[in-house]
Structure formats: structure tokens, C-alpha cells
């Protein structure tokens, strides 16, 4: 089983329908994160979490939220999905600053 | 500003020919520097850091970098590219002063290398 599990891995959705996003981990990581990924950009982080009361915005926050449930489940919201957040997305977990990240599969989604 | 770029979108190389993936940074502080490769469907795979010490980083599938302060780099390279390297690559940079102690990387807007037969 993977270590960090995305659900859904495709989503199809309309613009104004709120949609969520779903990452699991096993690692045992305090550290959960989600970026999305633009082709030609890279990945941009939109929020990450040390624990389940500490919810921060990254650089690109506005019109996401998210919810730490646990320590194993961050999840990642679109209130009201609009097409240019069309993108595949990523839930990322690291033990610690300096250790590196580990990715689930992503999810790509898309908004009409 | 913190940035990274990759200022290749794509790098074509034989097989069996040596392979460079280039990028360089822009920081406040001293770096803290990583390659990610990204298969096809999948999510992104660590390859290397560095953090200190020796300027030449060895990791996954014989892939290694090289700090260069002076000219503020860190390529990627192999020695011997293989068909199966072909992926999508990202370098990250941490930058200790802008990041804290959150962790948080900058990603390049990666390079796709293919490695043709």
C-alpha cells in the first residue's frame, strides 16, 4: 500500500460545485502539505500543517481551504470551484524541515 | 525574491550519453537544495539534497549534483543516461531565512528529459 493515498485521482466537476480532496498517510509524519502542480510552473504550495491545530496558508491559499482531521488525514477543499483551479494536485508529508517529501499520486482535476 | 529555475523546459540526450539538468536559485540565506523526479502518473520521487558539507551529492539511480555557491547552482547529472530516466524533473530550494522552520521548498518549473534508444 502507499504511503500517502490520494483520493480521488481524477475529478471532474463544475464551475460553482464544491469539491474536496482527500490525503491519507502512513508514515506517521506530523508534517502534511498540498501543492498544485501547472505545466510550465511547478508545484506551488497552497497550505501545509504541523499538527492537527496548526493549519498554515502557503503562497497561493486563496479560494482553498483545509481541514487536519488527524494526524493522518489533511484534507484540501474548493468552496466554489472555478476552471483556473484546473490542476493536478498533491498531498505531500515530511518528518521533519529538512527531510524530504513524500508525494502521494496525485489527483487532477478539472473544472468546467 | 526566493526562485529556482530550470531553464531548460526539455534536454534531449542519447542513450548511454551523459545527461545535465540544470537549475539555479535565488536566496536570502544559505540553501538548502533538492531534485525530484516525476514518473508518468506518479506522484514526485525524491532523488538527492544538500544541505552541507560536500559540494557533490550522490543519490537515487546514479543520479548526483553539484553545489556551486559562487555561481548559486545545483545540476543534475548522470553519467550514463538510461531510456528509463526519461521523466519530469524539479529542483527545490529551501531557504532558511524565508522558510523558518516550516519546511517549506520552492520548486523550479521542471525540465522533462528524454533519453532516446
Known amino acids: 500500500d502507499a504511503d500517502v493515498t490520494q483520493t480521488p485521482r481524477n475529478r471532474i466537476t463544475k464551475t460553482g460545485k464544491r469539491i474536496m480532496l482527500e490525503c491519507s498517510q502512513t508514515k506517521g509524519h506530523d508534517r502534511m502539505y498540498w501543492y498544485r502542480q501547472d505545466p510550465g510552473l511547478g508545484l506551488r504550495l497552497i497550505y501545509y500543517s504541523f499538527d492537527v491545530k496548526d493549519i498554515n496558508k502557503g503562497e497561493i491559499s486563496d479560494g482553498y481551504s483545509v481541514s487536519r482531521q488527524a494526524q493522518a488525514k489533511f484534507s484540501l477543499s474548493l468552496e466554489s470551484a472555478i476552471p483556473n483551479q484546473t490542476a493536478l494536485y498533491f498531498c505531500a508529508t515530511s518528518g521533519t524541515a529538512n527531510e524530504k517529501l513524500f508525494f502521494g499520486s496525485g489527483t487532477q482535476l478539472s473544472v468546467l | 525574491a526566493q526562485s529556482v529555475a530550470q531553464p531548460e523546459d526539455q534536454v534531449n540526450v542519447a542513450e548511454g550519453n551523459p545527461l545535465t539538468v540544470k537549475c539555479t536559485y535565488s536566496?536570502?540565506?544559505?540553501?538548502?537544495l533538492f531534485w525530484y523526479v516525476q514518473y508518468p502518473n506518479r506522484g514526485l520521487q525524491f532523488l538527492l539534497k544538500?544541505?552541507?558539507?560536500?559540494?557533490l551529492v550522490k543519490g537515487s539511480y546514479g543520479f548526483e549534483a553539484e553545489f556551486n555557491k559562487s555561481q548559486t547552482s545545483f545540476h543534475l547529472k548522470k553519467p550514463s543516461a538510461l531510456v528509463s530516466d526519461s521523466a519530469l524533473y524539479f529542483c527545490a530550494v529551501r531557504d532558511i531565512i524565508y522558510s523558518g522552520n516550516t519546511g517549506k521548498l520552492i520548486f523550479g518549473q521542471g525540465t522533462t528529459l528524454q533519453v532516446k534508444p
Open positions: 536566496v536570502s540565506g544559505n540553501p538548502y
Open positions: 544538500y544541505i552541507t558539507g560536500d559540494n
